[in-house]
């Protein structure tokens, strides 16, 4: 049994075995020194092997391997253009051949992925990482109170920085991503918010610090939103390549990405409990923000990789926005914001619903994001794993909702229902459940635990039915500016996060009740901002860049 090896400078290693008795690399035949070559490109890898003619024979015809496996082909089979390339090896003399054979490598695995799936899939594992550093507070709050000795009001306070930053950066978030192009914007918020986490404890114990610290993180994670909604709503170049996401898939391509931010909640919730525990509440701050800077160097290796093989096209529909150079942008800035048609956006009646609606949701969603831990720990007796634990029913919950939710509303789009239609039944059914389920749950009813958590579970992920109505409606109605108008919606829906957890903190010390705390001004703002939405919610195309 002979051995037939190949080595190339230690790049790669092949073997196959036949029934001769001669090593065809060891052979005593006349054999020249480079009886192998290897050729490398960005796709393939080339090898070349001669033998001589004696050896050919001695394989037999049933050990034969076919010309072309899998991935495995012929050079003539690559590439006609290259067998000529073959010519210089007859020196080899009469007694040799020579074949070339290439390996196709299917590398990176997500190349013949569609560009806009790559996008999406993307921009969702980014929104994973925002809310795994937006929730490990919420369970480390409980550790670092104590450690610090810290009152319901001051947790409170800490908690609801990070929204200061949130609110501050959504109108910046939606202009830049109109300027240079959602893509760059996200990088930098993933980046700010990664880095501002993972020094997060060196400044717990200095208050200015550890807020300032909180207000960077929510920073790089208001400007987020926008950057992404940039890029789903208007078919930029994503990666040099320009591929759209049709009408019929946007409610799927919106629910994915922001689905992200419970799939992130479940995973912040998951694994916070046990790197406290086992390694300190500081463990989840550095091992979060690492998470994020990973995502930052994996998405640049993989637009650079992307660019490097991707053919630029000589010509592109004018309709479709181009991201500006740097330069270009730098010097539009100034005129950008003076185009944007800001009176036309508040003189719309559907714009203002969008405002109101994103503060009501966004005031139940921040304040039970903020305090649903402390809750299940202080008012069902929970230790703090089983506080976390159950804290994760809600967004884990969420993620099949979700689903369910952007299915039904693309299929009812796709059947020739009115999207203004789909969008309220969606948003309606995002409101009246979790006001229904909080107030079940503030009633004294004599409910056992458990039953108040399947309670809160069900109404908090019937909410996510937003991503199919609120969240698509910046889109349906200008996809031009689709970013702007969600960074107005969303500065506005921040205020809950800054108001609305201190105000919470504050009524927990001076009511000891958290019945009129947490879920009394919930249920108020679902329930006005149902009134709302049914009311002036428009999902019809608007050409602000027109109105006077």
Partial sequence: ??????????????????????????TTNSFKANS?????????LTFRVWCGIKEK?????????????????????????????????????NDSGSSEVGFDWNWPPWKNI??????????????????MDKVNLSVAIIPMSHQFGWNSSTAGLVQSSFFWGYALSQLPGGWLAKIFGGRKVLKFGVLTWSVATALLPFLAGYMPGLMLSRVLVGIGEGVSPSAATDLIARHIAFFYIIESIPLEERSRAVAFVFGGLSVGSVIGLLL?????????????????????????????????GQASHATKPASRPQSIHMEKSFSNSLAALGGSLKDVPWKAFFRTPSVWAMIYAH???????????????????EELSLNLTEAAWVSILPPLASVFVTSFAAQLADNLIANGVETTTVRKICQTIAFLSPALCMTLSSVD??????????????????????????????QDMSPEYASILLGITNTVGAIPGIVGVALTGYLLDTTHSWSISLFAPSIFFYLTGTIVWLAFASSKPQNFSNTD
């Fill in 272 to 304: 916070a409990p046990p790197l406290i525990q086992n390694f300190g509440w500081a463990s989840v701050f550095y091992i979060f923000g690492f998470l994020g800077l990973a995502w930052f160097l994996g998405f640049q290796y993989l637009e650079e």
């Fill in 36 to 44: 192998l070559r290897l050729f490398h490109s960005k796709n393939s």
């Fill in 1 to 26: 049994m002979a051995n037939l090896s190949f080595k190339a400078e230690n790049f790669s290693f092949l073997s196959h075995h036949t029934n001769t008795q001669t090593s065809l690399l060891n």
């Fill in 445 to 474: 009813l004599g409910l056992p635990p458990w039953e108040i958590v399947g309670i809160l579970t069900g109404g908090l992920a019937l909410s996510s039915f937003a991503l199919s109505g609120l969240y698509c409606t910046h």
């Fill in 114 to 131: 569609p560009q806009r799936y790559k996008l999406i899939g993307t921009t969702s594992l980014a929104f994973v990482i925002c809310n």
């Fill in 359 to 377: 503060f009501c949701g966004s005031w139940g969603h921040y304040n039970c994001l903020s305090w649903l831990p402390s809750y299940f720990s």
């Fill in 57 to 93: 024979e001695n394989v037999t015809e049933s050990e034969r391997v076919p010309d072309v496996l899998t991935g495995l082909k012929r050079v003539d089979e690559l590439d006609p253009k290259r067998v000529s390339s073959l010519d210089f090896e007859q020196k080899l003399g």
